[in-house]
Nanobody
Framework: VQLQASGGGLVQAGGSLRLSCAASGRTFSNALMGWFRQAPGKEREFVGGSHWIGSNVYSNTYASSVKGRCTISRHNAKNTIYLEMNNLKPEDTAVYYC???????????WGQGTLVTVSS
């Protein structure tokens, strides 16, 4: 099982980015998936999660620091989850990781991270 994150880059404050996380090795359409980030010198923190609640319906939650500026979506046919980030701020600068829940009901699978740098 592998999660491949991509889409990071350098953007000016107020700009937007869309991160992608493509999964391979198994399907995650009914699994909890999410995004985390780790800024330099700080601990990793939760950004948002997408929880399957039945059929093709998901419930998303977001950290207060990004709520209203970020949107998580999924494309199950591509086994991919996205993080759309708008109105980016310098404090959003971090390595962003995607993660997925496995059999342990914990974040068992992690992507390699993609760097987002927001300049002021």
């Amino acid at each position: 099982v592998q999660l491949q994150a991509s889409g990071g880059g350098l953007v000016q404050a107020g700009g937007s980015l869309r991160l992608s996380c493509a999964a391979s090795g198994r399907t995650f359409s009914n699994a909890l998936m999410g995004w985390f980030r780790q800024a330099p010198g700080k601990e990793r923190e939760f950004v948002g999660g997408s929880h399957w609640i039945g059929s093709n319906v998901y419930s998303n939650t977001y950290a207060s620091s990004v709520k209203g500026r970020c949107t998580i979506s999924r494309h199950n046919a591509k086994n991919t989850i996205y993080l759309e980030m708008n109105n980016l701020k310098p404090e959003d600068t971090a390595v962003y990781y995607c993660a997925a829940q496995g059999a342990t009901r914990d974040w068992d699978y992690w992507g390699q991270g993609t760097l987002v740098t927001v300049s002021s």
